[in-house]
């Protein structure tokens, strides 16, 4: 999670979560309550620093017995949903009656006081993630109890809420950003085939896209078994083919033959490129790379075609690692030539740290990487 997240936990946050918890805590003092989490320390905690906080403070204020206490958390949750017009009509196009930042602090109560008292977690996880995303509170359950939180899984994703059917996909993800690792789904992923057989087809968007993103993680460590998954899906519906091709992407940035073989990649021997120019042959950060060339197609007939480019980033030992950016997926008429310019921003952000010095940029053509070509990042 970014840093900067946790100045969410404000004022106004803890005013509106400190009025709900005075509908379910006899004489709850939120005075007291506020002042015991915002304390000397509190503005040199980070992000997950911070939800831990609250979790330790909230629990001097609900019931000792933990079964009691999650009572009172769902009592909390259906204060939420009665205060709804129709919670009939919440679905993933309104994903989050409670926000995350909510969200984060009842799951955490859970993962924190709830790890040896499995029969009543599984209740309170089943009730929060119908409310707000509850897939991270999930892997430390897994880790710890591999066979029954599999079960429990397969059995949600027959679940009627959209959003306990999502987090049968979502809480197994071998690879979940920021999530605590499982190591015995990346090294077997099988337990997880079943739950996103009964969830590919989905009429929730959001399951289908937590359905394309935990195949997507299983193919960074089993591409044979994703290929053999999308050959028995192909076919099945639009859905399952969209499932299919996103949960794909890492294999097709890669190139994977048989992947691109799959979703109708034609042959590029009669394809190529000409007239490469960098017209940035210095890019100061901040600013963008420009490059242009022309696509031939040499085939009397349209072919169908993937088109990329890659970045060869200067890394701080001096090294150059690629990342691989998408242009267009389209086809492209028979004896064709067609001009590309493309620009790549090297604006500042939180997520890339940027070192100056050469840099290179490749054209990718249905996963078929064609020459590099060299320009410099300055300060």
């Not at 900067?4 to 004489?27: A, G, M, P, Q, W």
């Given at each position: 999670?970014?840093?900067?997240?946790?100045?969410?936990?404000?004022?106004?946050?803890?005013?509106?979560?400190?009025?709900?918890?005075?509908?379910?805590?006899?004489?709850?003092?939120?005075?007291?309550?506020?002042?015991?989490?915002?304390?000397?320390?509190w503005e040199n905690k980070g992000y997950k620093q911070r939800i831990m906080h609250i979790t330790t403070i909230l629990k001097k204020f609900l019931p000792t017995d933990y079964k009691e206490a999650i009572a009172k958390i769902l009592e909390l949750l259906d204060y939420v949903k009665s205060a709804l017009p129709d919670f009939s009509k919440v679905d993933d196009k309104?994903?989050?009656?409670?926000?995350?930042?909510?969200?984060?602090?009842?799951?955490?109560?859970?993962?924190?006081?709830?790890?040896?008292?499995?029969?009543?977690?599984?209740?309170?996880?089943?009730?929060?993630?119908?409310?707000?995303?509850?897939?991270?509170?999930?892997?430390?359950?897994?880790?710890?109890?591999?066979?029954?939180?599999?079960?429990?899984?397969?059995?949600?994703?027959?679940?009627?809420?959209?959003?306990?059917?999502?987090?049968?996909?979502?809480?197994?993800?071998?690879?979940?950003?920021?999530?605590?690792?499982?190591?015995?789904?990346?090294?077997?992923?099988?337990?997880?085939?079943?739950?996103?057989?009964?969830?590919?087809?989905?009429?929730?968007?959001?399951?289908?896209?937590?359905?394309?993103?935990?195949?997507?993680?299983?193919?960074?460590?089993?591409?044979?078994?994703?290929?053999?998954?999308?050959?028995?899906?192909?076919?099945?519906?639009?859905?399952?083919?969209?499932?299919?091709?996103?949960?794909?992407?890492?294999?097709?940035?890669?190139?994977?033959?048989?992947?691109?073989?799959?979703?109708?990649?034609?042959?590029?021997?009669?394809?190529?490129?000409?007239?490469?120019?960098?017209?940035?042959?210095?890019?100061?950060?901040?600013?963008?790379?420009?490059?242009?060339?022309?696509?031939?197609?040499?085939?009397?007939?349209?072919?169908?075609?993937?088109?990329?480019?890659?970045?060869?980033?200067?890394?701080?030992?001096?090294?150059?690692?690629?990342?691989?950016?998408?242009?267009s997926e389209k086809e492209y008429t028979g004896n064709s030539v067609t001009g590309i310019i493309r620009k790549h921003s090297f604006r500042v952000v939180t997520t890339r740290k940027f070192h100056l010095g050469l840099h290179q940029v490749a054209v990718i053509i249905n996963g078929n990487e064609f020459q590099k070509h060299d320009f410099e990042l300055i300060g």
């Open positions: 999670m970014a840093e900067s997240f946790k100045n969410r936990y404000n004022e106004r946050f803890f005013d509106k979560f400190t009025k709900d918890l005075e509908l379910v805590i006899d004489d709850f003092d939120a005075c007291e309550f506020v002042s015991q989490i915002m304390d000397d320390e309104n994903f989050g009656l409670l926000t995350l930042e909510y969200g984060a602090i009842l799951d955490n109560y859970v993962e924190q006081y709830g790890m040896d008292d499995y029969e009543t977690s599984m209740k309170a996880i089943e009730k929060i993630t119908q409310f707000t995303s509850c897939e991270f509170v999930t892997h430390p359950f897994i880790v710890k109890y591999q066979d029954k939180m599999m079960n429990q899984m397969l059995v949600w994703s027959k679940h009627e809420h959209w959003g306990v059917r999502r987090l049968a996909s979502e809480g197994c993800r071998p690879r979940l950003p920021w999530a605590m690792a499982l190591p015995n789904l990346k090294d077997n992923p099988a337990p997880i085939i079943p739950i996103l057989e009964n969830l590919k087809n989905d009429p929730s968007r959001f399951v289908r896209l937590s359905v394309a993103n935990n195949l997507n993680d299983i193919s960074k460590d089993h591409p044979a078994t994703v290929i053999e998954l999308v050959k028995r899906w192909k076919g099945e519906s639009e859905e399952v083919e969209w499932v299919s091709k996103h949960g794909c992407r890492t294999l097709l940035k890669q190139g994977n033959p048989e992947v691109m073989k799959l979703f109708g990649f034609d042959s590029i021997e009669n394809i190529c490129i000409e007239n490469f120019q960098i017209l940035t042959p210095e890019v100061r950060v901040g600013n963008s790379l420009k490059f242009s060339f022309n696509l031939l197609n040499n085939n009397d007939k349209k072919t169908k075609i993937r088109l990329e480019y890659g970045v060869y980033y200067q890394k701080a030992n001096g090294t150059l690692a690629k990342k691989v950016h998408k242009i």
